[in-house]
């Protein structure tokens, strides 16, 4: 029986017959991608999705729906890994006193993905903050080393604000982790770590 689940926007009315703790009573870990609109809430109302939220000890949400989730969403958001998009910096500012975890999908450096100024609108939002309830923040591990871009220009000012949010996030005592992000469709949309860390806290709710 499925101990993890992973699915997107696009298989939800799949999915749904099977959210319920009669087919899927060993349900630990729940990704839902892409379900970041208050019309996909309406149809996992459908589904036993409820049910299955007490047994869970791992949830990868959009951050989307940090402001729109239901009561039994939001009695998971302690243990829940939140995929953040954007740069802004007034939705990140009230986030950061929500939740817990948050994960930055930037892209990586190789790609010139990333956008500097994300980091350092995040970086001032968050030192603006007088208290924050954030504890962890997960960066795209190809920043821990932004040398590896080529325009070196470019890694100058990404370089510099990678590190000026990480040092807003320490001195706020908020732990920084760095870790491969997932491929979108290819790759296991779970978090490696924090999973392995919400075990190890041993979650149960």
């Given amino acids: 029986m499925l101990e993890t689940l992973g699915f997107d926007n696009d298989a939800l009315e799949t999915v749904i017959p099977i959210l319920n703790l009669s087919a899927l009573p060993l349900l630990r870990t729940l990704s839902m991608l892409a379900i970041d609109h208050a019309k996909y809430l309406e149809q996992l109302s459908n589904s036993g999705l409820a049910a299955l939220i007490p047994q869970l000890e791992v949830l990868s949400l959009d951050s989307q729906l940090i402001d729109i ?5 939001l009695s998971a958001f302690d243990h829940s890994l939140f995929d953040y998009y954007s740069i802004d910096a007034e939705n990140f500012t009230t986030w950061v006193r929500q939740i817990r975890h948050l994960r930055l999908m930037t892209g990586t450096a190789a790609t010139g993905a990333v956008r500097s100024e994300m980091f350092s609108i995040l970086a001032t939002s968050l030192r603006d903050q007088a208290k924050v309830r954030l504890q962890s ?22 370089s510099e604000a990678v590190t000026g949010l990480a040092e807003a996030c320490r001195y706020k005592g908020i732990e920084v982790i760095y870790e491969d992000q997932p491929n979108r469709w290819v790759d296991s949309y779970t978090s490696r770590e924090f999973s392995t860390r919400q075990r190890r806290v041993g979650v149960k709710t």
């Fill in 69 to 73: 989730a239901p009561e039994y969403l």
């Fill in 137 to 158: 923040l997960y960066f795209n591990i190809s920043l821990k080393d932004s040398g590896q871009l080529r325009d070196s220009a470019k890694k100058d000012k990404v």
